[in-house]
């Protein structure tokens, strides 16, 4: 079992950065693909970011490259979003998802665990 909690949402300005992150319980951490997805009011869940276990491969969503990081730190069992010139469209419920050990997920339906979710909104 994998237990996830994401934080670090809150109301920004367009043009800005933020960093949300997701804590992860067990040791067995290293061993997990992360992801994360967004689900905006009244849309349905949509796939943001994925990195592999070792944190080596990243695979992006067309909308956030270029702008958006995943990274993950192992030793904190901790995956990172840095979100950077944000706009109102990125405004969602951002949410961490886990599975062990496949390449590349990138829908809900793929993954295994899941966290509750932090807001982001981004204002105009």
């Known amino acids: 079992q994998v237990q996830l909690v994401e934080s670090g949402g809150r109301l920004v300005q367009a043009g800005s950065s933020l960093r949300v992150s997701c804590v992860a319980s067990?040791?067995?951490?290293?061993?997990?693909?992360m992801a994360w997805f967004r689900q905006a009011p009244g849309k349905e869940r949509e796939f943001v970011a994925v990195?592999?276990?070792?944190?080596?491969?990243?695979y992006y969503q067309d909308s956030v490259k270029g702008r958006f990081t995943i990274s993950r730190d192992n030793a904190k069992n901790t995956v990172y979003l840095l979100m950077n010139t944000l706009k109102p469209e990125d405004t969602a419920v951002y949410y961490c998802?886990?599975?062990?050990?496949?390449?590349?997920?990138?829908?809900?339906?793929?993954?295994?665990?899941w966290g509750q979710g932090t807001q982001v909104t981004v204002s105009s």
């Open positions: 067990g040791r067995t951490f290293g061993s997990y693909t």
């Open positions: 990195v592999n276990w070792y944190g080596t491969l990243t």
């Open positions: 998802a886990a599975v062990q050990m496949r390449w590349r997920p990138t829908t809900q339906y793929e993954f295994d665990y």
